[in-house]
């Protein structure tokens, strides 16, 4: 991964970055193309495909792959965690420390020299709980 900061910056990757960082909601690509669009009709969703694949390599941005599910873009690019609704879809920030003994324990099961991990907790969030209860009190 290059350096933060090494890509060369384009109206479009600023339109981009401007989008990410406005919202919270770690947002797809047709998201963000929708909104870019707002203040740049013209752009392409190609354009947005490859200046997010950019951004992501570079470090200025978070791809949140989830296998066939399509990618979500966080424009924190710090290591943080997060919380998957796998009844909505929706990802949010966990505000809580990074667990670097996690590292290290992994290092001894095996010949592992770990960078960096991710980790992700699923479960509903409070919305979706909420809704639950709710149906299920009807029944």
């Known amino acids: 991964m290059k350096p933060k900061g090494f890509v060369r ?3 479009q990757r600023e339109a981009i970055l ?3 960082r406005g919202t919270k909601s770690h947002p797809t690509a047709d998201w963000v193309y929708q909104e870019v669009r707002k203040e740049m009709p013209h752009v392409s969703l190609g ?3 490859r200046n997010l694949r ?3 390599e570079h470090g200025e941005i978070q791809e949140l792959a989830y296998g066939s599910h399509h990618s979500r ?3 924190n690019s710090e290591s943080h965690y997060h919380f998957i609704c796998d ?3 929706s990802v949010e ?3 809580m420390p990074i667990l670097h003994e996690l ?3 992994v290092e001894k099961l095996g010949n592992y020299e770990v960078f960096n991990h991710r980790l992700e907790f699923h479960g509903n969030c409070a919305d979706c709980s909420e809704k639950e209860s709710v149906q299920s009190d009807q029944h």
């Open 18 to 20: 401007q989008v990410l």
């Open 47 to 49: 354009t947005i495909y």
């Open 73 to 75: 873009f966080d424009a």
């Open 9 to 11: 910056r384009t109206k």
């Open 93 to 95: 920030d966990l505000d």
């Open 87 to 89: 009844s909505c879809g």
């Open 103 to 105: 590292e290290a324990k």
């Open 54 to 56: 950019t951004l992501s």
